[in-house]
C-alpha cells in the first residue's frame, strides 16, 4: 500500500510538474511577442507661418526650372500669312521652353470680329507646334470691339526656336490691312537640354 501511494505521488508530481512547465511556457510566449497598440487621441499639427517667415519648400524633381514670361503685340489681320512677325520671342540655346498659359486682349474695328489667338512655335511656313485659344468678345468701348483669349496649354519649343501669337479677325477690311490688336501674354518655364 506505501508503494502504492507513493506512486500516486509521483503521478501528481509529474502532473503538477506538466501543467506548471505548460504555464510558464505560455507566459514566456505571451511576454516575448510583439504588442500592437492603437492611437485613440488624434491631434492636428498646425503650421502657422507668417509671409515674412514662409514655409520652406524645394521642388527637387525639378531644381532646373527656370520661369518665363513675356508680352508680345499681337496684329490682328484678316489673312495671317500676309504679316510679318518682328515681335517674337527665341529660345536661348541649351534650353527647352515649356508654354503653360497663354491669354490675350485684342482689340479691333466695331464692325470686326476676332475668331481666334494661336500662339506658334516655328517659322509662318513649317511651324512645329501651335495651340488655339478661342476668343470671346468683352463689349464695345468707343471705336474699338475688345476680345479676350485665355487658357492653360502645354507646348515643347526647343532651343533656337521662335515663338510668336496671332489673331485672326473675320469680316475682311483688306487683305493686309491690320485694324489695331493687342498684346499676348506667354507663360511657362525653361529646361535645360541635356
Known amino acids: 500500500?506505501?508503494?502504492k501511494k507513493v506512486h500516486e505521488m509521483n503521478n501528481r508530481q509529474k502532473r503538477l510538474l506538466t501543467v506548471?512547465?505548460?504555464?510558464?511556457?505560455v507566459g514566456a510566449v505571451v511576454s516575448f511577442s510583439p504588442l500592437t497598440a492603437s492611437a485613440q487621441l488624434t491631434i492636428p499639427v498646425i503650421v502657422q507661418?507668417?509671409?515674412a517667415h514662409p514655409v520652406p519648400t524645394r521642388d527637387n524633381d525639378r531644381a532646373s526650372r527656370q520661369p518665363f514670361y513675356t508680352r508680345l503685340e499681337v496684329p490682328a489681320f484678316a489673312n495671317p500669312d500676309a504679316g510679318s512677325f518682328s515681335n517674337t520671342s527665341t529660345v536661348p540655346s541649351g534650353k527647352r521652353l515649356i508654354i503653360e498659359y497663354v491669354s490675350a486682349s485684342i482689340s479691333v474695328d466695331p464692325s470686326q470680329t476676332v475668331l481666334l489667338v494661336s500662339v506658334i512655335a516655328g517659322p509662318v511656313s513649317t511651324p512645329s507646334g501651335a495651340h488655339v485659344l478661342t476668343t470671346t468678345k468683352q463689349g464695345t468701348s468707343g471705336s474699338q470691339a475688345h476680345?479676350?483669349?485665355s487658357a492653360p496649354v502645354r507646348l515643347y519649343v526647343d532651343p533656337g526656336v521662335t515663338v510668336r501669337?496671332?489673331?485672326v479677325r473675320g469680316d475682311v477690311l483688306s487683305i493686309t490691312e491690320n485694324s489695331v490688336g493687342g498684346p499676348c501674354f506667354i507663360s511657362g518655364h525653361?529646361?535645360?537640354?541635356p
Request: glycine share 4%.
Open 1 to 3: 500500500m506505501i508503494i
Open 20 to 25: 506548471v512547465g505548460f504555464v510558464i511556457a
Open 49 to 51: 507661418n507668417t509671409p
Open 147 to 149: 476680345f479676350i483669349a
Open 165 to 167: 501669337c496671332e489673331a
Open 190 to 193: 525653361f529646361e535645360d537640354v
